[in-house]
């Protein structure tokens, strides 16, 4: 094992998905229970794939609701990404706490409700909601989207796990993301060769 290395691992989610909420807190458990340090970027992710995916799982499939859907996950994005300016750890509270009000509880995405997240996290509010305005944010959620095409990366949830922490070797997960998986991947001491940020030599799983 690589024990005294760190693991770095990219989760795409969309930030209003069920299965992705549910692989986020795999994600978190699996990085509790290694000795390394583990490294977790949660990354939004708002494709056709994703939105499809998700109204897959609604009864009323029409292009409004997919449009509103869409819209919703953009604003739940940028959310996301203002929440993180003020720390990466911050941002994961603040999206599983959203997907825990939307997802759970069935709350509508709106700014009120990022406002009630933010400030029960204990977000600097002012700068919370002057960055999810910014074109800063925005910036961000456009680099983020480019970051998956390099990774080839369509669907959410998707993961992207670099056991050695080095960028040189990694494992692609599509879909199906277990803790068995993810620690088999970590525990490998057989390693792919990086070619490329574009061509990554990665196992897909599906």
């Known amino acids: 094992m690589f024990l005294n290395n760190m693991i ?33 970027r949660f990354i939004p992710l708002l494709n056709f794939h994703t939105i499809g995916n998700i109204m897959k799982e609604k009864e009323n499939q029409t292009l409004s609701n997919r449009n509103q859907l ?11 990404q203002a929440a993180s300016m003020q720390g990466k750890k911050k941002g994961r509270k603040f999206l599983m706490a959203l997907q825990d009000k939307v997802i759970n509880e069935g709350k509508d995405v709106t700014k009120e409700l990022f406002t009630q997240i933010a400030e029960l996290i204990k977000l600097d509010l002012e700068m919370f909601e002057e960055d999810f305005e910014s074109d800063f944010t925005k910036a ?63 196992i897909q799983m599906v």
């Open 8 to 40: 770095e691992v990219f989760l795409f989610v969309n930030p209003l998905g069920t299965t992705c909420y549910e692989t986020e807190k795999i994600i978190e458990s699996f990085s509790n229970e290694r000795d390394e340090k583990v490294k977790v």
């Open 70 to 80: 869409y819209t919703d996950s953009f604003h739940a994005s940028l959310a996301f």
């Open 140 to 202: 961000a959620f456009k680099k983020d989207q480019k970051l998956a095409q390099e990774m080839d990366i369509q669907n959410a949830p998707s993961c992207v796990l670099y056991p050695s922490g080095d960028d040189e070797y990694g494992y692609r997960l599509d879909t199906v993301i277990t803790k068995q998986i993810l620690h088999g991947f970590s525990d490998e001491k057989i390693q792919l060769k990086k070619t490329t940020p574009k061509h990554l030599s990665l």
